[in-house]
């Protein structure tokens, strides 16, 4: 069974950072490319950003880029997503999901429980 | 980027009748492999979301058949033949052709 585990949320103030980890179970992880969806209070889900399965290929919202880094671990079953700089706006549950594909964007076949990040002074 | 529009963005449903989303995108979302990448997903309340159908019709595993996707190039839509209780959260359509990877709005369905 696939689980996707997220973790390093929490409450943080303006301007600064935190590292969100996700860790996958029951796959193959490194046949997969990875993303990270976040979704804030009350509102619609946005993609935030994906990563193929050996990182060359790499993508992000327009509203984190020069923010956020999404990185991966293959050894360790884990996708990370650094965020610096952090905003009021980013305040959201973010989830870790599992893309069908390796290399492009497919679909996102299996999702995490989400983590909670507040942003606030 | 391209944006994805979706209607209604409320759909009140009595159990047992059928129901219709539609999913428009700013531009054609079919690839030269032949798929249009475009996939629906359901958010339950309170929960993750749950991939229903990939790559425009193709359903998910475990996704019950009264779930259909159809469309093609810029204009999708997903079908409930018999909506039940269990259908009731936010649906989401997603296009995953280019980067930035963009969800619609969402349309809340609701039972009446």
């Known amino acids: 069974e696939v689980e996707l585990v997220e973790s390093g949320g929490g409450l943080v103030q303006p301007g600064r950072s935190l590292r969100l980890s996700c860790t996958a179970s029951?796959?193959?992880?490194?046949?997969?490319?990875m993303h990270w969806v976040r979704q804030r209070p009350g509102k619609g889900l946005e993609w935030v950003s994906g990563?193929?399965?050996?990182?060359?290929?790499?993508g992000y919202a327009e509203s984190v880029k020069g923010r956020f880094t999404i990185s991966r671990d293959n050894a360790k079953n884990s996708v990370f997503l650094q965020m610096n700089n952090l905003r009021l706006e980013d305040t959201a549950v973010y989830y870790c999901?599992?893309?069908?594909?390796?290399?492009?964007?497919?679909?996102?076949?299996?999702w995490g429980q989400g983590i909670l990040v507040i942003v606030s002074s | 980027e391209i944006v994805m529009t979706q209607s209604p963005l409320s759909l009140p449903v009595t159990p047992g009748e059928p129901a219709s989303i539609s999913c428009r995108s700013s531009?054609?979302?079919?690839?030269?492999?032949?798929?249009?990448?475009l996939d629906w997903y359901l958010q339950k309340p309170g929960q993750s979301p749950q991939l229903l159908v990939y790559?425009?019709?193709n359903r998910a595993s475990g996704v019950p058949d009264r779930f259909r996707g159809s469309g093609s190039g810029t204009d999708f839509t997903l079908k409930i033949t018999r909506v039940e209780a269990e259908d009731i959260g936010v649906y989401y359509c997603m296009q995953a052709l280019e980067t930035p990877v963009a969800f619609g709005p969402g349309t809340r369905l609701e039972i009446k």
């Open positions: 790559l425009g019709s």
């Open positions: 531009r054609s979302l079919l690839h030269s492999d032949g798929f249009n990448y």
């Open positions: 999901a599992k893309d069908n594909g390796g290399t492009g964007w497919y679909f996102f076949e299996d």
């Open positions: 990563i193929s399965w050996n990182s060359d290929n790499i």
């Open positions: 029951g796959f193959i992880f490194n046949d997969h490319a």
